[in-house]
């Protein structure tokens, strides 16, 4: 029995090349995210709603790509592929072979704006609120460079928008669960949050680190429930019953999150008790 595909649109990965050197979809949509997030950091500076300068926008994003890198590689070297980077361990700094892991990158962002906080007296949950908002573009193209690689797609799917991937051994039709990733991740979680943010100013009770818990909620919630459709890492398979490791780590985030807004909210309790 067959079913009815769209055709996979097949887009070079690469857009053109000098001698040796490549420039590739997938590093140009995280460029582009990049250069979006930052107009939005930028933005919330000249709104007043950070403390710091334009200028430490630029050097914040500094922070943050090397705290990216290295924790996304980290936790995919740990926690993805063990046993390949235990028999070949030199592969694991070759990042360009691929393998990034984006609660790794989590992780290490939020070191990195931990470091760049202290180094300039700024409070830390405002800055992260501004990476939390400010992000989300980064997920969008992101995943889209994944789309276009013919990577992390989904399980085999008889939906009428189903497509048969390149890079697919099986040749079968399957979700294009990176680009229900990019509009979850990217186009409907900013939206969550930038309502978010505007009704809590409206009403008064925003606080620094909100936005970084609804973050922390709101993607655990959309990755957890998108991994359904996405196939599961070939070196792992499922982890825990039916969840993938992806889902393990986004139901960390959740937990995370509801800590972080628990912990909001306990000053506020507090200080309206009578006693």
Not at 30 to 39: D, E, K, Q, R, T
Not at 89 to 118: C, E, K, N, Q
Not at 131 to 136: I, M, P, R
Not at 223 to 240: K, M, Y
Request: proline content about 8%; glycine content about 10%; aromatic content about 14%.
């Amino acid at each position: 029995m067959t079913f009815a595909t769209i055709p996979f649109p097949r887009i070079p990965p690469e857009i053109f090349r000098i001698g040796p050197v490549a420039v590739r979809w997938y590093g140009l949509m995280y460029v582009v995210g990049y250069a979006v997030g930052i107009a939005i950091a930028r933005r919330r500076v000249r709104r007043g709603v950070v403390p710091f300068t334009e200028g430490a926008v630029d050097t914040l994003v500094g922070y943050l790509v090397v705290g990216m890198l290295i924790g996304a590689r980290l936790v995919y070297v740990f926690v993805y592929d063990p046993a390949h980077y235990a028999a070949d361990p030199w592969d694991a700094i070759a990042v360009w072979h691929g393998g990034l892991s984006f609660h790794g990158a989590v992780a290490g962002m939020v070191v990195a704006t931990a470091i760049f906080a202290h180094r300039y007296r700024v409070p830390i949950w405002t800055v992260l609120d501004t990476l939390a908002l400010s992000g989300t573009p980064g997920l969008f193209f992101g995943r889209l460079g994944n789309f276009i690689n013919a990577e992390l797609y989904g399980r085999p799917s008889a939906v009428p928008w189903a497509m048969i991937f390149p890079t697919d051994p099986q040749g079968l039709p399957r979700h294009p669960s990176q680009l229900y990733e990019a509009v979850g991740e990217g186009i409907v979680l900013f939206l969550i949050l930038r309502t978010l943010e505007r009704v809590a100013l409206r009403r008064g009770w925003y606080r620094p680190g909100f936005l970084t818990a609804a973050f922390l909620i709101g993607y655990g919630v959309i990755r957890f429930l998108i991994e359904f459709t996405r196939q599961p890492d070939r070196q792992l398979g499922f982890v825990f019953g039916p969840l993938s490791m992806g889902q393990l780590l986004s139901a960390t985030m959740i937990i995370v999150g509801i800590a972080v807004l628990i912990s909001l909210a306990r000053p506020r309790a507090a200080a309206r008790s009578p006693d």
